[in-house]
Every structure is written in C-alpha cells, then in structure tokens.
C-alpha cells in the first residue's frame, strides 16, 4: 500500500512540473470582429428621399438604368447606363471610408460629371455598410440626412 501511495505521489509531482500549454480558444465567426470594407463591386438598387431623417420616399432602380460602383484599395469608379437619355454619367477618383463615413474626391468623369464637379469634386456621406449592401446618405449642414442611394454587393 505504501508502494502504491509513493507512485501516486510520484506522478502527481511529474504531471505538476511538466509545461502545460496554455489553451488559447480561437474566435468564432460570431465573435470576431469583421472590418466592413467598400472594395468590391455594387449595384444600385434604389433611392430614399428623407425628411427630418425619416424616410418619405423609396425608389427601387429598374432594368432601364443601371449603376455600378467598384472600388478597390483607395480609388472608386462607377457608370450610369441611361438608355433612354444621350448624357453619359460615369467617373473615377479616389475614396476614404470608416465605419460611419465616405468621402469621395472625384478625379474626373463624363462631360454631366465635370459640370457638377467645377464646383466641388469631394462629396461626403455617412455611410451604412453591412456585409452585402450599402447606402452612401447624403446630409445637410445640420447633420439631417436629405437623400440615399441604396446598393448591394454583386462581387
């Protein structure tokens, strides 16, 4: 019995001092925290107008006009297909986001472009990203969001 009890003591005291590893438990995809990011490519799928930041107005996009943004690391570019009108709408430049924000700096695009932007090229929005779809809302002085153009993901 005296055996049994030096070898019980024994193992106890090698198991002690054997390095034990530290169990690190790995995030889940539920835990983990996932930069939301712009870099991909988008379709426009419609509009809200708002009013004292309620929404007032929904406008879903048809086949007719189309609008695509792709943006890559720092620099955008998107084109409007509006078959029924001869305008061309496209442009390309270059982008911050955050979490809560877009600024976009409009480096050049078709002639209706270059019009609106010989009086500013940046245009700012707050921004509402989830994994699949976005919308870039267009605010006044006072923060009161005016205007949202509604996309999702398609790569």
Not at 66 to 92: A, L, N, R
Not at 129 to 136: A, H
Request: hydrophobic share 30%; proline share 1%.
């Amino acid at each position: 019995m005296k055996l049994f009890s030096y070898l019980l003591i024994g193992m106890f005291l090698f198991s002690s001092c054997v390095d034990k590893k530290e169990v690190v438990e790995q995030p889940t995809e539920d835990t983990q925290s996932e930069t939301l990011s712009l870099e991909g490519t988008w379709e426009l799928i419609g509009y809200y107008n708002y009013q004292g930041n309620e929404v007032v107005n929904v406008f879903e996009a048809n086949d007719d006009v189309q609008q695509i943004k792709m943006y890559t690391k720092g620099h955008f570019m998107w084109s409007k297909k509006v078959p029924k009108d001869s305008t061309e709408w496209h442009g390309f430049g270059t982008y911050v986001q955050t979490d809560s924000t877009l600024s976009e700096t409009v480096k050049y695009g078709s002639a209706a472009m270059e019009n609106l932007t010989s009086v500013s090229d940046q245009f700012f929005y707050q921004l509402d990203i989830d994994k699949n779809s976005y919308s870039q809302i267009v605010t006044d002085d006072e923060g009161y969001r005016i205007y949202a153009e509604n996309y999702k993901r398609i790569e």
